[in-house]
């Protein structure tokens, strides 16, 4: 009987590297990567969300927040009710993920935001009350795996408003808060049904302990070249087999 495939994974390091590599060595655009991982998440969550039940998505300030401008779109595009939720400044470096924040606003996607320095306790009671509780599915696109800090003001209120709510929650690449390479929270964490990974598993998720936090994790492709991750999945086969 032939022993299970390894699970292929990657280190924090080496979801940076392959995506600089994708961008620089083989020309993809960064924004096209973002374009494809946020609609991958969309379908899934169309997936998983049989009743087209209400959806919230949690932007963050950098690229994961820039993947939830993309899933609000698509979700959008299918007639999904969404709305969009930043907690960050935006339109500041003409990122990729500003590039998607200009078309959910040009596109008239319901969203509000908040200056992280203002999102306080109070607020964040109402946030719960009047956002996060009465819609269907949560969309964690606050941080993803180059977080290597606990979340501090007011992310750590944000977190706990989410895993108070009672929704389901679709995190996006990893749930916000927890190690992309030890699979131990941080700090706070969200507390995910379903993530949606890009390209591998991390390697944290190796940790048996990180499932209470990530829930069924689902690769998602971003159109990375083939000989691109061909090459770190014989590199992840080989740290397995050491």
Not at 178 to 194: F, R, S
Request: aromatic content about 8%; glycine content about 10%.
């Amino acid at each position: 009987m032939a022993s299970p495939e390894p699970i292929f994974w990657l280190s924090r390091e080496e979801v940076r590297e392959l995506d600089h590599r994708a961008i620089t060595g083989f020309g993809v655009p960064g924004v096209v990567l973002m374009e494809n991982a946020g609609r991958g998440c969309a379908e899934l969550l169309i997936q998983l969300n049989h009743e087209r039940t209400p959806v919230v998505i949690l932007c963050g300030p950098g690229n994961n927040g820039g993947d939830g401008f993309v899933i609000a779109r698509h979700l959008d595009i299918h007639g999904w009710p969404v709305e969009v939720f930043v907690v960050a400044r935006t339109n500041t470096h003409a990122s990729d993920a500003d590039t998607n924040f200009d078309i959910l606003f040009a596109s008239g996607i319901r969203y509000s935001q908040c200056h992280p320095t203002y999102f306080d306790d109070p607020q964040a009671g109402v946030f719960l009350e009047r956002t996060l509780r009465p819609c269907g599915w949560v969309v964690d696109a606050l941080f993803g795996t180059g977080l290597s800090r606990p979340l501090g003001p007011p992310f750590e209120r944000l977190v706990k408003a989410v895993n108070e709510s009672g929704n389901p929650v679709l995190a996006v690449d990893i749930p916000s808060g927890l190690d992309c390479d030890t699979g131990e929270p941080l700090g706070p964490v969200v507390k995910a049904a379903h993530t949606a990974t890009f390209v591998a598993q991390k390697k944290g998720f190796l940790n048996p302990a990180a499932l209470a936090w990530t829930g069924e994790i689902h690769v998602i492709d971003i159109g990375a070249p083939r000989v691109l991750v061909e090459e770190y999945r014989r590199r992840s086969r080989a740290g397995s087999l050491e």
